[in-house]
């Protein structure tokens, strides 16, 4: 079965980088797309870009330009989202999900919570 | 980018209730939109996909429909278990946008 684990919950002080994991199985990898999603407590679903494991191409959010980056291991099946220069606005649930061929997200990680403070 | 908008923002209604949830595009997206559902503490959920596409799994009473810049999501009687938000999305084009959700609460 297709699954998505990722890694666990992060404490970071503003300014600083935090680097979130999804380490996917049950299904060939290289395959489909991996989208980050984030979610503020309380708030809507916010695109934050998508990776191309094949490839290693990206496409980001113009919100996050510069600020992250999203990388991918075939070897482990894992992808990977930076993001840099954290503030208290960062504070927020990170998802990645499976893209398909229609664009939409079949199946979803568990979410990291990162908690920006000082 | 593509904008989504939701209608209602939340909502009341009892078990066995018919529930209709509305979700305009900013521009039209053909049928690239789907529904997902998300309770508390969990991640979202994929209910419906290219508009009208039950995913695998999901209960038969959850059911889409629309094109072009209008779709619908309808529970056609609702369970103790559907009690959650609900939010669509675009996958027109990039950056895929999402509603702002409908909260889904027993009357």
């Known amino acids: 079965q297709v699954q998505l684990v990722q890694s666990g919950t992060e404490v970071k002080k503003p300014g600083a980088s935090v680097k979130v994991s999804c380490k996917a199985s049950?299904?060939?990898?290289?395959?489909?797309?991996i989208h980050w999603v984030r979610q503020a407590p309380g708030q809507g679903l916010e695109w934050m870009g998508r990776?191309?494991?094949?490839?290693?191409?990206?496409s980001y959010a113009q919100k996050f330009q510069g600020r992250v980056t999203m990388t991918s291991d075939t070897s482990i099946s894992t992808a990977y989202m930076e993001l840099s220069r954290l503030n208290s606005d960062d504070t927020v649930v990170y998802y990645c999900?499976?893209?398909?061929?229609?664009?939409?997200?079949?199946?979803w990680g568990q979410g990291t919570l990162v908690t920006v403070s000082s | 980018d593509i904008q989504m908008t939701q209608a209602p923002s939340s909502l009341s209604a009892s078990v066995g209730d018919r529930v209709t949830i509305t979700c305009r595009a900013s521009?039209?997206?053909?049928?690239?939109l789907s529904w997902y559902q998300q309770k508390p503490g969990k991640a979202p959920k994929l209910l419906i996909y290219?508009?009208?596409s039950l995913q695998s799994g999901v209960p038969s009473r959850f059911s889409g429909s629309g094109s072009g810049t209008d779709f619908t999501l309808t529970i056609s009687s609702l369970q103790p278990e559907d009690f959650a938000t609900y939010y669509c999305?675009?996958?027109?084009?990039?950056?895929?946008?999402f509603g702002l959700g409908t909260k889904v609460e027993i009357k």
């Open positions: 999900a499976r893209g398909t061929d229609l664009g939409h997200f079949d199946y």
């Open positions: 049950g299904y060939t990898f290289t395959g489909s797309y």
């Open positions: 990776i191309n494991p094949n490839s290693g191409g990206t």
């Open positions: 521009q039209s997206i053909s049928n690239y």
């Open positions: 290219a508009a009208s």
């Open positions: 999305q675009q996958s027109y084009n990039t950056p895929r946008t």
